[in-house]
């Protein structure tokens, strides 16, 4: 069995932002059980309104010019989407504070062969979308 990298402090700080990022909207927002491909349902009373992918990084944004996900997720993010014809946004926030969102129905910019080369896991390295950053919305 695949190890499982995330920490109850990455949960806690996604949980932050979703429920941040849900005030903002308006709507409440929603954990999704541990391993559903895309962490947050947002709702409105009990309508779902949307879905969100939430990543916490520790870099500034702009670092770097693109932002990379696994072509996995945004294939389960548009899968979702179609078949809720729901909007699902990766939903990001960089260590300089900037908070920013990426409708995943959107095709990548680039899709390559990449991923964590930190932690000597082979299966860390896989396909994945690479979108430009000036394509996020930032709050």
């Excluded at 962490?39 to 879905?51: K, L, M």
């Excluded at 294939?75 to 014809?85: E, H, I, M, Q």
């Excluded at 080369?117 to 996020?136: K, N, T």
Aim: aromatic share 10%.
């Amino acid at each position: 069995m695949r190890p499982i990298y995330e920490t109850q402090k990455d949960r806690d700080g996604e949980q932050r932002l979703a429920h941040r990022v849900a005030s903002a909207w308006g709507v409440e927002a929603k954990a999704n059980p541990k391993m559903y491909p895309i962490d947050y349902t947002f709702v409105s009373g009990s309508q779902v309104r949307g879905f969100g992918e939430i990543k916490i990084r520790t870099h500034p944004y702009g670092r770097f010019q693109t932002y990379i996900l696994s072509a996995h997720k945004v294939s389960d993010a548009k899968n979702l989407a179609d078949t809720t014809g729901k909007k699902v946004l990766l939903i990001v926030q960089w260590s300089c504070g900037s908070i920013g969102t990426l409708d995943l129905s959107e095709p990548p910019d680039s899709v390559g062969w990449g991923g964590r080369a930190d932690r000597a896991d082979s299966q860390d390295m896989e396909p994945v979308c690479h979108y430009r950053i000036e394509r996020f919305s930032l709050r």
